[in-house]
């Protein structure tokens, strides 16, 4: 569908020869978006910005879209949109099932890596955000027509598990009886054991050969060990109303058999050398390296990110690469990503992108505590904001608080606030949604028909109108930038405007083609509050 502002600025640059970087005006008074390219052309050609201006005011055609344009101050052009084409635009989005959100024209392959729990150990808050961070991207990227695999890079390998069968075997615990919960605690007493028990050490590593070299009876219990965490992940992924499902499981075990090759090419390019008898990558004098073989012998967490990447690019065909997980690990992400380029494994037409993110924290201002003093679970987070509010604004309100803030920065985790039905909230967008609902049932009850937007003359109008007219660049910002906020943001903006609007244009008490029209700017403001929350991942109720 029509985007405006492409349209604006491919007119604008077909008479300025240079991306006229379009900017909604910072005022209503300079109209509606403003360029500053005659100040920009000026001055390379040093001429008078304001005569540059004049010049691409009487040069660009846009009588059709545009009120005459106006040069504005030191030489700012300033454009404002048609009320007729608002309203054609708006009255499209009541058409477009996805309210308006722009497909690309080149679909690119994304893969998603979020989530990533690690089996046996209950999911914490970092999950949590990583959960909902990457399920936002996965459905902003979908909208837009990319095809978007989900990876969920769970923890499933590693020598802990050699420590851990070896325990239920010799306690004959029922690994099957147990939930998530039953097998990390299983796994803090298996820990316990193997430091104070050197002869139970010796047999855990044993127990490592064995899984490795795949001793059915180890297979089998670190299997159950791997059933019973994923039932434990997918009940959280349900609570949080999450797209993620077994499909997107490619744990850390995946990539064993490609481990081997890692090794030799990177030995074999030189990349990689000795050193005291671990396989290192050195990347800077000042660093240490990247281990991609300890010096027994065993591969850890980098090997499995490269061998990762080149699953991604090799065998998904990946363009890019997108891992949400803790801005801790922003350097190991650093590292990996600089070895895969070197040794050819991530080529340049291929991006790869870490997105971190900060901590959530306590009223008191420190990394949030339960009440017992003990790290807090996902589960025990979501039980907080139940506590205070209904489950699906409870969830709403967890799911926006994450989001509307920028990423990198720490969050407090407040839960009154967060569940406000005021402010900048989640609990707000919906309310939002379930007023305008309401409006729109009462008229479909009374059996009108309002599908297009026809009258816009009020102030208030106009910039709803124009804020709708927006949705598509908001949703492209966040596949571009990958700052949720952003959207956040927008939504936020709707849903002040859309009360400013009924403050100052009765709906429901107004007369024939306004009353119609109106309901019909309400209907657009619906679908795009409603969509707009799904790509959040949050649910659009109709009734609150
Ligand atoms: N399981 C890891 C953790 O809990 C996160 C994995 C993130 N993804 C990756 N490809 N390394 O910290």
New binding site residues.
Partial sequence: MLSLPSLLSARLRAVAGIDPELRPATKPQFGHYQSNVALRLANAEGARPRDVAQRIVSEVELDDLCEPLEVAGPGFINLRIKASVLAAVVSDILTDADAGVNVVADPQTVVI??S???VA?QM?V??LR?TIIGDCFRRVLSAQGHKVIA?N???DWGTQFGMLVEHILEQGVDVSALGLEGAAALYREANAHFKDDPEFAERARHRVVALQSGDPETRAIWQLLIDVSKAGFNEAYRRLGVLLTDDDLMG?SRYNDMLPAVVTDLESSGIAVIDDGALCVFLTDDEAPLIVRKSDGGFG?SA??LA?VRYRVDILHADRII????AP?AH??EQ?FTVARRVGWLPERVSAEHVGFGSILGEDGKPFKTRDGSTVTLASLLDAAEEVAARPIAIAAVKYADLSNSLHKDYTFAVERMVATTGNTGPYLQYAHARVSQILRKAQAEGIDFDVVSVLTEPAEHTLALLLSRFGEAVDEVAETLQPHRLCGYLYEVATSLSVFYEQCPVLKSEGAVRASRLALCRATQQVLAKGLDLLGIEAPERM
């Fill in positions: 890596d979020y990533a729990p690690n150990k914490h970092g999950h990583s990876a890079h769970i923890g850390e967490y499995t990110d990762a891992y949400v997980v803790g690990q190991h992400f990996v």
